[in-house]
Nanobody, 125 residues
């Protein structure tokens, strides 16, 4: 079965950078749709970024210009480069996968079947 393992979270000051990784196994990674989501305490899970098998990317407005999603199909790994981090980016970050997600629902958590355990990102002011 599909397995996803996130890493790269940590604590940084505002304005800093982090790169999250998501190691995938158990499925045909290069053919699947991948996404990054986050959930802050007391808030609903939010779609942050997504990338289709062909490379098309999607971002929530609040991270456009600061975050970059990418994938390396040679090593079955998804990345999220996060720059200019803000305190409001503090959350538990998850990667997710599914064989197909309609483009209009690329950042909708209900459209993803497989999830990792999450990695914590904390941004201090």
């Amino acid at each position: 079965s599909a397995q996803l393992v996130e890493s790269g979270g940590g604590s940084v000051q505002a304005g800093g950078s982090l790169r999250l990784s998501c190691a995938a196994s158990g499925f045909d990674f290069d053919a699947w749709h991948m996404g990054w989501f986050r959930q802050a305490p007391g808030k609903e899970r939010e779609g942050v970024a997504a990338i289709r098998s062909g490379g098309t990317t999607y971002y929530v407005d609040s991270v456009k210009g600061r975050f970059t999603v990418s994938r390396d199909n040679a090593v079955d790994t998804l990345y999220l480069q996060m720059n200019s981090l803000k305190p409001e980016d503090t959350a538990l970050y998850y990667c997710a996968a599914d064989v197909y997600v309609p483009p209009v629902r690329a950042l909708e958590s209900k459209d993803y079947k497989y999830w990792g355990q999450g990695t914590q990102v904390t941004v201090s002011s």
